[in-house]
């Protein structure tokens, strides 16, 4: 992995978007502009690996497919939190029949983006009934553009639009455990909710929480660095001592971890935002380098110092 290395991008970190780390993506090819950065990731998840980790009583996470997936298993069959890419379909099924023959009856979204809902139709042919925020269905319906990604999404097939559509909270029970669904209001998108699996205090926060990377911001389907500093804040707020985060992408971790996450962005913000007060335009700002003092943890992946100087620029 020399060469993925001196491009900035480590091993582990590949895992985190469900690149095969034998792929190697430098920045110049990840954003070229015969591919782009979806069609690039998703040739790219087609060789990846899942891979398995149990959490918390009958709680595992799947990683490998874009977003992290959550599985919870009983005698209510698979509920699964996200859908990863299409092109996984061979590996996550996979991965799910070696923990266990169990069929799978539900599916959540944890906001649109593709990387976390590409799955829903096949899930959905399997079995899944998909339950997300109205604001999910809404953009999964119509071609939806996302000026970050310079990608334009088709409509998504009927099949894999969320059945169960809710408003601010929703409730279930499966397989002995109460999950409470929730709103952010807008924060990476406007569709991001969390899943409390609350008899285990396990939260899958999606997008909200970027373990140990600089995240995207959906400037075009309602995000913004003040939203998603409000979500950070949420997920703090919210947290005992013994709550495990599931994280859109990254590695799982607890309370300390994600406040670490919310301080990141909370500096950077206020440091790009005194920068432009001054009347600096975006270039000035990148060349004063605001992210410098985060940029060893944080900038290593698709998401670069300049590029999320930029993201959080646009909304200050």
Do not use: C
């Not at 590996?91 to 809902?117: E, G, Q, V, Y």
């Not at 002995?176 to 807008?186: E, H, I, Q, S």
């Not at 008899?199 to 990377?213: E, K, Q």
């Amino acid at each position: 992995m020399r060469n993925a290395e001196s491009n900035g991008i480590s091993r582990r970190l590949f895992a985190m978007a469900g690149l095969s780390a034998g792929t190697l993506l430098t920045r110049r090819s990840l954003f070229a502009e015969e591919s782009g950065i979806v069609p690039t990731m998703v040739n790219a998840t087609r060789k990846a690996k899942i891979r398995i980790y149990p959490i918390r009583r009958n709680i595992s996470v799947l990683e490998g497919s874009g977003g992290n997936i959550a599985v919870l298993t009983g005698r209510d069959g698979k509920l699964m939190v996200d859908a990863g890419f299409a092109v996984s379909r061979p590996a996550i099924s996979s991965a799910l029949l070696s923990i266990n023959s169990d069929p799978i009856k539900h599916l959540i979204n944890t906001h649109w983006h593709t990387d976390h809902t590409d799955g829903n139709a096949w899930l959905h042919s399997s079995g899944a009934a998909i339950t997300a925020h109205a604001n999910t269905r809404k953009h999964l319906a119509v071609a939806t553009r996302v000026e970050g990604w310079a990608y334009t999404f088709p409509a998504a097939p009927a099949g894999a639009l969320p059945v169960k559509v809710f408003a601010a909270k929703h409730e279930m029970r499966v397989n002995d455990t109460r999950l409470l669904l929730k709103y952010y209001l807008p924060a990476h998108t406007e569709s991001d909710i969390s899943v409390n699996f609350t008899d285990t205090d396990v939260v899958h926060v999606g997008d909200t929480w970027w373990n140990g990377v600089y995240p995207f911001i959906d400037y075009s389907t309602g995000g913004s660095i003040d939203g998603t500093i409000r979500a950070a804040e949420a997920n703090v707020a919210a947290a005992t001592n013994k709550t495990i985060f599931i994280p859109g992408h990254g590695s799982v971790g607890g309370k300390s971890d994600v406040a670490e996450f919310r301080d990141m962005l909370v500096s950077i913000r206020e440091r790009v935002a005194a920068l432009k007060k001054e009347g600096r335009s975006l270039d000035e700002v990148i060349t004063g380098k605001p992210t410098e003092a985060f940029d060893a943890k944080w900038g290593q992946f698709l998401i670069t110092p300049a590029m999320f100087t930029g993201l959080v620029y646009a909304g200050v």
